[in-house]
């Protein structure tokens, strides 16, 4: 059915299937003037042009064409058609690729659709696998393609082709002529648990670099919103999603047991947002190197625990070569913590202690929270070692074992892994802690940045900083910042992921990159012989109270 007299400059056509329901043309139109009022704006503003979008109303999907064939004398024909949505779309799917192809982030496309992130996080998914495409980027190139455009449309602020934008949009949003316009803020989402000196450094390093790059004015202008909340290892799930359903723009993880970990990484992974931790077990590298696409998202800032062992092993070859441990039959026993105790654990430390020339006479997992070892260190003795290394353990369980170890440590050397960091604990563990060789695959490196660092966060908190949990979480801090830095916007998690794969920076514990087996760091030269490419695997003894660093040599 067509009208041939002209209306305000609109021919109008309508297929008599269009207004099914809805009684003749006359009447469709009248009650959509906003189709009239398109054509009117293409007849004004467009020549010899026309443009093809898709009219959503409720669940229905009406094709849109409005041609300006003469040039002359700016007539606009306008025609509706009832059609299908491409690929199989719903309308919700439609409007997400359609910010999509305006070059929205998810963020910002929750906003206009009112909705959360992690709900536009899921239509994208489908998106993606309706029309095969496994990428943004492919996205918008099909719905330019297929003209898939739909309108109302979800955002002012789409950048979408001119001509469809003079026909949609009533008129260019407003330039500020008084100041810039205020930039969407950058969210930063951290989990920590309860307690432990550790933690509460964690948490002050992560605050001091948030304040400071908020004083130097944020991220390319826009300030970073710091979310933190606290988590048990049984909340954590909960916790991360609900940072998630807040809207972050990336995740950093205390560190909690494996059991719990793992399924949390992989929530906030499944949408999309970048996630960054400092936990060592071996099976969150390794889960991340067999699901990239999955588990593309998440970034281990260091070396995991299997480099504690070797690290042991070529201290004490020092050690000896100085003529200050002399280890009789080199007899090696490794406790490692249960929830990260793996089924290939026992070939990797064999496989060290062969190299090294040693002999693995003991390996058992430990709950990680232990108050009684009496059984365990009998055994221990039955098997006489020269060396005992221990996993990381929570304090308290640490503090359990060096009691009841007393009488092996009189011809056993002990090592401990990343506990020692925690501030105090010389003051903590007292006359325990005296003798013990402890290391970390992470911490402050003896540098300008980590001397600045350290001045700051005294003045800050009025605290020691300890020699690694704070300048962990500061760094990942600083490292996330840079990615952001270089994308336009935060929530592009696409962009900032490949930021975060390509990026190097230094800070105050060593060279950041995420080249490891699953986008983890490096440790050196337990990793690499490079010392610009990683952290130094540091090696303390506690002598007089006093943190004394054994290895590797001071470097800046």
Not at 190 to 218: C, F, I, S, W
Request: proline letters at 7%; glycine letters at 10%; hydrophobic letters at 40%.
């Amino acid at each position: 059915m067509q009208e041939n007299s002209p209306f305000d400059g609109v021919r109008r056509w309508l297929q008599p299937d269009a207004g099914r329901g809805r009684g003749s043309d006359q009447e469709f139109f009248a009650a959509r003037p906003d189709l009239v009022l398109a054509a009117q704006r293409a007849a004004r503003g467009l020549r010899g042009e026309f443009v093809r979008y898709l009219d959503v109303t409720g669940n229905r999907v009406r094709r849109v064409t409005i041609d300006v064939p003469d040039a002359d004398h700016g007539v606009a024909r306008l025609d509706i058609t009832d059609t299908e949505a491409p690929f199989g779309l719903t309308v919700r799917e439609l409007q997400v690729a359609t910010c999509v192809a305006g070059g929205l982030g998810n963020q910002e496309i929750a906003d206009a659709l009112g909705c959360t992130r992690r709900t536009v996080a899921t239509h994208l998914e489908h998106v993606f696998a309706k029309t095969g495409a496994a990428s943004r980027a492919l996205v918008a190139t099909l719905i330019a393609t297929h003209d898939a455009y739909v309108a109302p449309l979800p955002s002012p602020g789409l950048v979408l082709p001119g001509p469809l934008l003079t026909v949609l949009r009533e008129q260019p949003p407003a330039p500020s002529v008084s100041r810039a316009p205020k930039r969407q803020p950058a969210v930063l989402g951290t989990v920590y648990p309860a307690g432990g000196a550790d933690v509460v450094a964690m948490r002050r390093g992560t605050k001091l670099a948030v304040q400071e790059l908020n004083a130097r004015g944020g991220i390319g202008g826009r300030r970073v919103e710091h979310v933190t909340v606290a988590a048990t290892p049984e909340t954590l799930l909960e916790k991360v999603n609900g940072l998630t359903e807040r809207g972050v723009d990336a995740v950093l993880l205390g560190n909690f047991p494996l059991p719990y970990a793992r399924p949390a990484i992989a929530s906030v992974a499944a949408a999309g947002i970048p996630v960054l931790h400092s936990m060592t077990g071996q099976a969150l590298s390794e889960d991340v190197h067999a699901d990239p696409g999955g588990l593309g998202s998440v970034f281990q800032v260091c070396s995991t625990e299997s480099a504690y062992v070797p690290g042991l092993l070529r201290t004490v070859r020092f050690l000896a070569g100085t003529g200050a441990f002399r280890p009789g039959r080199k007899r090696l026993a490794v406790l490692q913590r249960e929830s990260t105790f793996d089924d290939g654990l026992f070939e990797r430390v064999q496989r060290h202690a062969d190299e090294a020339g040693w002999n693995l006479v003991f390996l058992e997992p430990v709950p990680d929270h232990t108050a009684n070892f009496g059984e365990m260190v009998r055994r221990l003795e039955r098997a006489e070692p020269d060396a005992v290394s221990l996993s990381i353990f929570p304090e308290p369980t640490l503090r359990s074992f060096l009691t009841a170890a007393a009488p092996l440590r009189e011809h056993a050397l002990m090592h401990a892994a990343w506990s020692p960091v925690a501030p105090g604990f010389t003051e903590r563990l007292g006359g325990l802690s005296e003798g013990l060789l402890w290391s970390t695959v992470i911490g402050n490196v003896e540098s300008p940045v980590c001397t600045g660092f350290e001045q700051r966060f005294r003045s800050t908190f009025g605290a020691e900083p300890g020699l690694a949990a704070a300048a962990v979480h500061y760094d990942i801090v600083n490292v996330l910042a840079q990615a952001w830095s270089r994308v336009s916007r935060p929530w592009d998690f696409a962009a900032v992921r490949e930021q975060l794969r390509s990026a190097v920076s230094f800070g105050v514990t060593g060279a950041h990159q995420f080249v490891g087996l699953g986008q983890r760091g490096l440790s050196y030269p337990d990793d690499t012989v490079d010392p610009t490419r990683g952290h130094p695997h540091l090696v303390y003894r506690i002598s007089g109270g006093t943190n004394r660093r054994l290895a590797p040599p001071v470097f800046s």
